[in-house]
């Protein structure tokens, strides 16, 4: 299947502060989803983005499908943005996840 | 909200037992996906039903198997329980079966002793 990417693992960051986590793709994807899991495990649906840039608030993604990655982008980042980041695509079925960006925003 | 439902939320049993996990897609979904996460393996695809047929399948155990039903739920029967099987399972649905934003479920944990 479709190996997934994602980098950093790990990020912490002030209140306030911008960042970019980044997930790259070992082949073609039709189906391209960003996911925020929340402390209660939850995963939270954040874009789904085979390709193009799509803006939800302060958080933005691009996919450049030809070059096989995708960018997630947080703005002014806020506490509850704490959390893992997960991307997954998938050129079939079933999506494959990466590991996940850890994401925690100190106050 | 994702409009995905799934019971029970939490489960614990012991080892060797058998477990029911129930999902039901969003409204006018046809296609549900069973997804595992563990500490070790992360996030893995199990096996997926479009319109009460089996679709895909992924790294799922024998000891495990899965239906979905004319009302488009879903149940995923966990057999033989191995502390190893101690994981979150989650459910997701989508409105066909391939390439189509999946929506996932708040995902079951279970934990055996």
């Known amino acids: 299947g479709i190996q997934v990417e994602q980098s950093p693992p790990d990020l912490i960051l002030q209140e306030g502060a911008n960042s970019t986590l980044r997930c790259n793709f070992s082949?073609?994807?039709?189906?391209l989803q960003w996911f925020h899991q929340n402390p209660w495990g939850q995963l939270i649906n954040l874009f789904y983005?085979?390709?193009g840039t799509k803006q939800n608030g302060r958080l933005s993604a691009t996919t450049v499908a030809t070059e096989r990655y995708s960018l997630l982008y947080i703005s002014s980042s806020q506490t509850t943005d704490s959390g893992v980041y997960f991307c997954?695509?998938?050129?079939?079925?079933?999506?494959?996840f990466g590991k996940g960006t850890s994401l925690l925003v100190t106050p | 909200d994702s409009g995905v439902t799934q019971t029970p939320k939490h489960l614990i049993t012991a080892t060797g037992q058998r477990v029911t996990l129930r999902c039901s897609p969003r409204?006018?979904?046809?296609?549900v996906y069973w997804y595992q996460q563990s500490l070790d393996q992360g996030l893995q695809f199990l096996i997926q039903?479009?319109?009460?047929?089996?679709?895909a399948k992924g790294n799922i155990l024998e000891r495990f198997s899965a239906q979905q039903f004319p009302d488009l739920h879903s149940e995923l029967n966990l057999s033989s329980l191995e502390l190893g099987d101690s994981a979150l399972y989650f459910c997701?649905?989508?409105?066909?079966?391939?390439?189509?934003?999946?929506?996932f479920g708040p995902g079951t944990r279970l934990t055996v002793t």
């Open positions: 983005i085979p390709s």
């Open positions: 409204s006018g979904d046809l296609s």
């Open positions: 082949d073609s994807v039709n189906n």
């Open positions: 997701a649905s989508s409105f066909r079966d391939h390439s189509y934003e999946q929506y």
């Open positions: 997954a695509g998938s050129s079939g079925y079933a999506l494959n």
């Open positions: 039903y479009y319109n009460g047929e089996e679709r």
